[in-house]
């Protein structure tokens, strides 16, 4: 059963299409790791991420990913770097998953803003068995997602709202759990993978951690085109 990263399905069409021709980006599996990133105090008080912020804005327009949403990545992938250093997760793979998930939290006219919650909020549609979702009852009261009857995936990596309360982190310092922050949700992502996959700079590791985090083939696929764009320098 998907645990995280439900696609709502008026968006795979969406985002899975238009997507330009990535038939020059290498093919390796695991994906490449992209920019390295600059040395950051992941423990400093706040939105630690803006540390990243030069870094962010030198990628930012030939990637087409806001320079926020970049921080976020970049921060998630540093924290388990020194939390987790035998994953060895990249930031291009989280940015891949957001990609695919939400255009980087920008679904359906939703925006970034400097704080990097999402407004208005993403959610997805009710898992209710149609049109191929999987069936899964409220979990969460409809706190996270405002329906009492199903879940639905919530925020830019499509949590599942009961995977979401397992496995959430404080990632920008506020004290609060939010789904739809980017910087919560990028990290609770990478920490999920590294949790799943183990080692994810082996194609083992990271192809099970994107089992884990949504079991297609296709999705895989896809997240791994988007996210090898990244590591060259391109938009997926």
């Given amino acids: 059963m998907q645990k995280a990263g439900v696609i709502v399905a008026v968006a795979v069409t969406a985002l899975l299409t238009g997507c330009g021709s990535l038939a020059s980006i290498p093919g390796d599996m695991p994906p490449g ?19 990243l912020r030069g870094w962010a804005d ?18 998630a992938a540093a924290v388990l770097a020194r939390s987790a250093p035998e994953c060895g997760i ?3 793979t989280i940015a891949g998953i957001a990609s695919v998930e939400s255009g980087h939290g920008t679904h359906r006219g939703a925006d970034v803003d400097d704080s990097g919650t999402v407004r208005p909020a993403i959610i997805g549609v009710a898992l209710d068995g149609t049109k191929g979702n999987a069936v899964i ?17 919530v925020g830019p990596l499509q949590f599942i709202p009961e995977t979401w309360q397992r496995w959430a982190v404080d990632a920008n310092g506020d004290g609060v759990l939010d789904p739809q922050n980017i910087d919560d949700a990028a990290l609770t992502a990478a920490r999920y993978l590294c949790t799943r996959g183990g080692n994810l700079t082996s194609a083992d590791g ?3 951690a994107l ?26």
Avoid: C, H
């Fill in 137 to 153: 009852r409220d979990t969460d009261g409809g706190r996270l997602d405002g329906d009492t009857t199903y879940d639905r995936a």
């Fill in 58 to 75: 030198e990628q930012s327009d030939a990637l087409g990913i806001a320079p926020v949403a970049l921080e976020a990545y970049g921060y």
């Fill in 90 to 92: 990249a930031w291009t």
């Fill in 206 to 208: 990271w192809q099970r």
């Fill in 33 to 51: 790791p992209g920019v390295a990133l600059p040395v950051i105090d992941i423990d400093a008080p706040g939105r630690a991420a803006t540390q």
């Fill in 211 to 236: 089992f884990a985090y949504n079991q297609s083939n296709k999705y895989m696929q896809v997240v791994r085109d988007r996210a090898a764009a990244y590591s060259i320098g391109r938009r997926a």
